[in-house]
């Protein structure tokens, strides 16, 4: 079974420009989560996604964005790039809603903002 | 807000020792906990999953839930060095209906 995929793996920008981040999730799994962990930091809650939908967003600016699309994947935006966006971005996919349920994480996406 | 809270270490054991990990929480209601290891500049990898009272044993690995005393903790017999990384504990956030995850202890396994 294929595991959670994210692309690209690595992403150098610019201040002030867009980037965008993609996540498969595993084969039927439904939920989508994306974390930010700056270096030697902890996991930091971006979004949540399920069923296409926006369920729950961290404490981030609204330049942080994304969607799900109908066959569960999910891509990250952040506009407007700052130098402390630089980051690993960490997609996680799970089988259903709710906490009790494990979250699956894919290799993520380093950022970084020159 | 979020309540699992971790001793973020960093912890320190001889090979072979066993080492310690150790997770609380605040909702008294949480069933279910998770522990993940991440290795530096990797992904968080799921290690164990427990979801009752009492232990549960994976290997060289146990997992502890003690619903009365709200921790979780993670014991690692037989330390390796190639056991040396960060540990995230998981659970229900109080007031939050998802996953929430500690800040993570460090280990280092000393050969």
């Known amino acids: 079974e294929a595991g959670v995929t994210q692309s690209p793996t690595h992403l150098i920008k610019t201040r002030g420009q867009q980037a965008t981040l993609r996540c498969s999730p595993i084969?039927?799994?439904?939920?989508v989560y994306w974390y930010q962990q700056a270096l030697g930091l902890g996991l930091q809650f971006l979004l949540w996604?399920?069923?296409?939908?926006?369920?729950n967003r961290g404490n981030f600016p609204p330049r942080f964005s994304g969607r799900q699309f109908p066959n569960y994947s999910s891509e990250l935006n952040v506009n407007a790039l700052e130098l402390e966006d630089s980051a690993l971005y960490l997609c996680?996919?799970?089988?259903?809603?709710?906490?009790?349920?494990?979250?699956?994480f894919g290799p993520g996406t380093r950022l970084t903002v020159l | 807000q979020k309540e699992v809270e971790q001793n973020s270490g960093p912890l320190s054991v001889p090979e072979g020792a066993i080492a310690s990990l150790n997770c609380t929480y605040s909702d008294r209601g949480s069933q279910s906990f998770f522990w993940y290891r991440q290795y530096s500049g990797k992904s968080p990898e799921l290690i164990m999953s427990?979801?009752?009272?009492g232990d549960k044993e994976d290997g060289r690995f146990t997992a502890q839930l003690n619903k009365a005393s709200q921790y979780v903790s993670l014991l690692i017999r037989d330390s390796q060095p190639s056991d040396s990384a960060t540990y995230l504990c998981?659970?229900?956030?109080?007031?939050?209906?998802?996953?929430?995850f500690g800040k993570g202890t460090k280990l280092s396994v000393i050969p």
């Open positions: 996680a996919s799970s089988p259903g809603q709710g906490p009790y349920n494990e979250q699956f």
């Open positions: 998981a659970g229900p956030g109080a007031g939050s209906y998802q996953l929430t």
């Open positions: 427990i979801y009752s009272n």
């Open positions: 084969s039927g799994h439904t939920s």
């Open positions: 996604y399920d069923e296409g939908e926006e369920r």
